[in-house]
């Protein structure tokens, strides 16, 4: 347990971009993005103190990991230093290949 807590602590206070993405309708309907910020918020932003400078919402459903506009955005705010940490509610948020993730 004292492990996991200090682990944590090295993120306390960052600043982070939260990043939502649902796919379809259906999906949109059981993990839409208020759903998936209250989860965000509830997992890491209350208990780490982190600080959200901006939210991506992505709504592409195309397989192509490198046609997605958004994730364009991600890496280009990373390079420019504009956040320290990037949350979402699941890694397969990013894409569904472990590779491109």
């Known amino acids: 347990m004292a492990a ?3 682990q944590n602590e090295k993120y306390r206070g960052l600043r982070a971009l939260e990043f ?3 796919s379809s309708v259906e ?9 998936q910020h ?11 103190s982190l600080r959200i400078v901006d ?8 397989l192509e990991f490198q046609e997605r506009e958004a994730l364009h955005v ?5 390079k420019k230093g ?13 894409g569904r290949k ?4």
Not at 27 to 35: A, D, I, N, S
Not at 38 to 48: C, F, G, S, Y
Not at 98 to 101: K, S
Request: proline letters at 4%; a negative charge; glycine letters at 6%.
């Open 27 to 35: 999906q949109e309907k059981m993990y839409g993005w208020p759903r």
């Open 20 to 22: 939502l993405r649902v």
């Open 74 to 78: 991600v890496l280009d705010k990373a």
């Open 38 to 48: 209250a989860e965000i918020q509830k997992k890491l932003i209350d208990p780490l």
């Open 82 to 94: 504009e956040y320290d940490i990037l949350i979402m509610d699941m890694l397969d948020r990013l």
């Open 4 to 6: 996991d807590y200090n």
């Open 55 to 62: 939210t991506l919402r992505d709504s592409y459903t195309g």
């Open 98 to 101: 472990g590779l491109e993730r």
